[in-house]
């Protein structure tokens, strides 16, 4: 089942050349990478914990095709630039041909930290982003794959300046 994935940087904004009726200025994106760990210790507390009690995150890697959002992403890596809010938002089309968003995530006081351009002879170059944030938050909603409907969503986030989770 494909999926459909649009990323929006606000405050300030980049615009991407998504024409899609949801997603106009969206920057459409290939694929992206997150992920956390709990680091443990060789002791143990009286309760039988052996975490740090603090999670550890990898930047957020997002990849794309060179377009107009290209240029303004590699100076604001350069520029450190301060993001309000970064938003992904995943589709999928369901089996009555209906396309719907089941997977949201907004990270919060983000700054691009590494930006890579390749390409090869025979496409288009393509370009990597990592992305460092403050506050992540993922939104899913279970999907009635033939039918579209959605259920209850299910959601998480971790709010890496005050180490809450909620």
């Not at 949801?22 to 507390?45: H, V």
């Not at 209906?98 to 393509?126: F, H």
């Amino acid at each position: 089942m494909a999926t459909d994935i649009y990323l929006f940087f606000k405050s300030p904004d980049i615009a991407g050349d998504s024409e899609d009726k949801e997603n106009k200025g969206a920057i459409e994106i290939l694929s992206f990478s997150d992920g956390s760990s709990m680091p443990t210790t060789d002791g143990r507390s009286f309760a039988g914990s052996g975490t740090s009690g603090i999670a550890d995150f990898r930047t957020f890697q997002f990849s794309k095709l060179v377009d107009s959002a290209s240029v303004p992403l590699m100076k604001h890596c350069w520029q450190g630039t301060h993001f309000a809010e970064v938003l992904v938002k995943c589709y999928r089309t369901t089996g009555d041909g209906q396309r719907i968003c089941y997977l949201e995530i907004k990270m919060e006081g983000c700054v691009i930290t590494d930006a890579a351009w390749s390409a090869s002879n025979g496409g288009l170059p393509g370009e990597t982003y990592s992305l460092d944030y403050g506050k992540i938050t993922y939104t899913y909603a279970d999907t009635e794959k033939l039918k579209g409907s959605q259920k209850a969503q299910k959601v998480v986030s971790y709010d890496r300046v005050t180490n809450k989770v909620s």
